[in-house]
């Protein structure tokens, strides 16, 4: 079954219109004791078929930045636009077919299983029948690699890799073009992790995806992203290949990549061409 005959798809942008635009951006938190600004005049796009890769220290914004590409919270200042539209616009005509969100802990609810967590963006239509719904669920539980019969588990009988793929399965059970990963393979052990960076390259390629992603994990990093743009200073300071950024000259950059877990993860780029 093609899902996407669920409802119309979101339109692409048209030829050489970015996936996102980020222009002048500034936020801003103020609080009874401070204001503290994390981004300003941060500028950042984002071109169809890429997998960026934001990384920052402790404060930066990153989360926040994803935040307001997905249009839960509004900047200060400064415009997100997606899909060559301003993200209010699609905000109000409703986002959720054009961008998938995948959130670090998984985020599912511990009440439903498996299957309703990710027929619950569908649900919310109220325009389909269930066995559509719940069909479209079962398609996207097989396609990031889980069972029928893990369907009708509850969250906490799932291991964490498989927290993973059932909150990827639910943020990609609206078939949208952009996904938004935030340190999507956190708390995963060595092997869980890089199967899950496996599928996520795979359903990339085959389903044409732009993805945006928050990272710490070097090797995820590395693995993935065709572009890597660096949070610091309240803005973005430099995005291009591994290797342009790691000769970018700041502090953060040194020790982030040039560390020795840096060091260890760079040997990756020997074997991904895509980071010369």
């Known amino acids: 079954m093609d899902t996407q005959q669920l409802e119309e798809p979101a339109a692409l942008p048209p030829a050489g219109v970015p996936m996102v635009e980020i222009r002048k951006l500034s936020s801003v938190f103020v609080t009874p004791a401070k204001r503290a600004v994390i981004h300003k005049d941060l500028d950042l796009t984002v071109q169809r078929g890429e997998v960026l890769s934001i990384v920052g220290g402790s404060g ?6 994803l935040r307001q590409i997905l249009g839960l919270e509004t900047p200060a200042a400064g415009e997100v636009r997606l899909l060559g539209q301003p993200i209010q616009e699609l905000s109000r005509k409703g986002a959720a077919s054009r961008i998938g969100m995948l959130f670090q802990h998984g985020a599912l609810f511990s009440a439903f299983s498996v299957l309703e967590n990710v027929a619950f963006p569908l649900r919310e239509l109220r325009s389909l029948p269930d066995a559509l719904v719940r069909e479209a669920a079962m398609v996207k539980l ?19 890799g498989m927290i993973k793929r059932a909150a990827l399965a639910r943020a990609l059970v609206m078939d949208p073009p952009l996904l938004l990963l935030d340190e999507p393979t956190a708390g995963l052990d060595p092997d869980s992790s890089d199967g899950f960076v496996r599928l996520l390259r795979s359903l990339h390629r085959d389903l044409q995806l732009t993805v945006i992603m928050v990272t710490h994990d070097l090797d995820t ?3 993935l992203s065709t572009r ?13 290949t591994p290797k342009q950024v790691i000769a970018h000259p700041h502090p953060f950059i040194h020790d982030f990549f ?3 877990r ?15």
């Open 258 to 260: 040039l560390g020795e």
């Open 60 to 65: 930066t914004g990153k989360t926040v930045l």
């Open 142 to 160: 097989q396609m990031v690699g889980l069972k029928p019969s893990d369907a009708d588990k509850r969250p906490s009988e799932l291991s964490g």
């Open 221 to 223: 990093l590395f693995e």
């Open 228 to 240: 890597i743009a660096v949070l610091a200073d309240q803005r973005v300071i430099v995005s291009g």
């Open 262 to 276: 840096g060091q260890r993860a760079m040997e990756l780029l020997r074997e991904y061409p895509f980071a010369v």
